[in-house]
Structure formats: structure tokens, C-alpha cells
């Protein structure tokens, strides 16, 4: 069965700078796809990052960046420059497929992070 | 990026009654729409798989004839908790999925938080 495993239910970061997240995934699947979502108290899911199995460059996005290790399974999410705007829930999020219930995002339990000023 | 929509955002209930939630997606067309349960502090849980114009696919444990999901159009996808009672009280989120094979991104509506007295 795949799993998602986020190992940190809770992490606190000091404004400007920089934080890792960890997440680690079982799958027997050559080609999938990986996600980070951010849910601040507002509780809207916020799409921050996503990488293809199949791509060997790690994704960027702004001060977003990730490690993806994929013999190791392992997909990690750093935050540079941690702003107060960044204290939220991550998930870390897995798709094997598209269509059908391939295409269903298995979450992991969550990572609450803080920001302190 | 898409934009999804729920109404209401808040609905407390009495026991007994039931509630329906709305979610959209506002400009895109979405043939495949999840419904998900989020309990305090938790991960998302998903309930039900919701394809227009088919019947909506549901999870283990999550009973159909209480939950009931209708696709009526593309952009348009409905969640009635029928005869609710106040362990039904949780946060619903929906989201809609733009299929288009590796680009299949899921969008989160908002979530509506349902209170049942």
C-alpha cells in the first residue's frame, strides 16, 4: 500500500530563516507525482510545490525549494527566509496516476509549523 | 490558478436535519471533484470520488445514503449529510481536479465548517 509519512507534527522556524520539512513515501511505483500543500488557519488548502518522479531536478518555487531523494523516498521541503505568513499545517501529499482513483492524493499526517518573530 | 468555491462556509444545524454544501469550481471545468473530512488537528480524510454524470465512488467506511453526492454539471458538485447528527459536525473540504495527464492538479475549495446541535 502506499503511505506518506510526515514524521514532524510540529516544527517552529525564527523569522528569516530557514526551516526543513521531512516527508518520506512507500510505493512500488516508478512514476508518480509529490506535493506539498499549506493550510493556514484559514484552513484553504494551498498547493506550494510539486515534483514529478520522473524529473531529477528538484522543484523551486520562490523560497520554496525541495530535496527529493527518490531511491531513498524521500521528499523534503525547505523554506528559506521564513516569513510570519508561513506559520501553517504542510502536507506532503502522493499521486501515483491520473484518472480514476490513481489519481487520488494520499496525504500525510501533517507538519504544524511556527513562526517566530 | 483555479479557483474553487463552497457554500456556505459555516452552517450549524440541529440534529435531524439535513445540510447540503456546495463546491464549484469558478473558471474551469472539472469532470472529477473529491469530498474530503477534516477532523481538529488532523490529516484529510477522503470520503468520495465525484465524476458528472456518474455516481459518486466512496470510501470504506463512509455510508452513501449518508453522505450523498451528486455531479450534476462541471462545475458544479453537491454534498448532503442527511439526517445529521452532531458526530457528523466536522469540517468538509471539496476539490476539483483538472485532469490533463501530467499537469492533473487538484484545487481546494475553501472547506465549510458544519456544527450540528
Known amino acids: 500500500a502506499q503511505t506518506v509519512t510526515q514524521s514532524q507534527p510540529e516544527m517552529s522556524v525564527q523569522e528569516a530563516e530557514t526551516v526543513t520539512l521531512s516527508c518520506t513515501y512507500d510505493t512500488s511505483e516508478s512514476d508518480y507525482y509529490l506535493f506539498w500543500y499549506k493550510q493556514p488557519p484559514s484552513r484553504q488548502m494551498i498547493l506550494v510545490i510539486r515534483?514529478?518522479?520522473?524529473k531529477q531536478q528538484n522543484a523551486t518555487e520562490n523560497r520554496f525549494s525541495v530535496n527529493f531523494q527518490k531511491a531513498a523516498k524521500s521528499f523534503s521541503l525547505k523554506i528559506s527566509d521564513s516569513q510570519l505568513g508561513d506559520a501553517a499545517m504542510y502536507f506532503c501529499?502522493?499521486?501515483w496516476g491520473y484518472g480514476g482513483s490513481q489519481g487520488n492524493l494520499i496525504f500525510g499526517k501533517g507538519t504544524k509549523l511556527s513562526v517566530k518573530p | 490558478g483555479a479557483v474553487v468555491s463552497q457554500h456556505p462556509s459555516w452552517v450549524i444545524c440541529k440534529s435531524g436535519t439535513s445540510v447540503k454544501i456546495e463546491c464549484r469550481s469558478l473558471d474551469f471545468q472539472a469532470t472529477t471533484m473529491f469530498w474530503y473530512r477534516q477532523f481538529p488537528k488532523q490529516s484529510l480524510m477522503l470520503m468520495a470520488t465525484s465524476n458528472e454524470g456518474s455516481k459518486a465512488t466512496y470510501e470504506q467506511g463512509v455510508e452513501k445514503d449518508k453522505f450523498l453526492i451528486n455531479h450534476a454539471s462541471l462545475t458544479l458538485s453537491t454534498l448532503t449529510v442527511t439526517s445529521a447528527h452532531p458526530e457528523d459536525s466536522s469540517f468538509y473540504i471539496c476539490s476539483a481536479r483538472v485532469p490533463v495527464k501530467r499537469t492533473d492538479t487538484q484545487y481546494f475549495g475553501p472547506g465549510t465548517r458544519l456544527t450540528v446541535l
Open positions: 515534483q514529478e518522479a520522473y
Open positions: 501529499a502522493y499521486r
